[in-house]
């Protein structure tokens, strides 16, 4: 059974770092691009950044780039997403989703349950 766990969410200043870590649990990550999304409370869910298998390509959204830094350890089974200098608008519930290549939101195959990250004074 695939299992994606989010963990490093919580509560941190505007300008703050926090970083995110994706477990995988259930298949092998170094065939998988890993996806993160978010989704803020009455806001449809949005592309964050995306890695693919090997780490050689990844991918940000407008709005995080020179800010978020994604990564992988296959070793290790996880991948990160270092967030620095947050902001209130980063507040949302990030989500991990693998997929064997890198494709629209709807079309990952597998999710986490999400971890939330809040950004407020």
């Known amino acids: 059974q695939v299992q994606l766990v989010e963990s490093g969410g919580g509560l941190v200043q505007p300008g703050g770092s926090l970083t995110l870590s994706c477990a995988a649990s259930?298949?092998?990550?170094?065939?998988?691009?890993i996806g993160w999304f978010r989704q803020a409370p009455g806001k449809e869910r949005e592309g964050v950044s995306s890695?693919?298998?090997?780490?050689?390509?990844?991918l940000y959204a407008d709005s995080v780039k020179g800010r978020f830094t994604v990564s992988r350890d296959n070793f290790k089974n996880r991948v990160f997403l270092q967030m620095k200098g947050l902001k209130p608008e980063d507040t949302a519930v990030y989500y991990c989703?693998?997929?064997?290549?890198?494709?629209?939101?709807?079309?990952?195959?597998?999710w986490g349950q999400g971890t939330q990250v809040t950004v407020s004074p």
């Open positions: 989703a693998a997929n064997t290549v890198i494709v629209t939101a709807d079309l990952w195959d597998y």
């Open positions: 259930g298949l092998t990550l170094d065939l998988y691009a």
């Open positions: 890695i693919n298998s090997s780490g050689g390509s990844v």
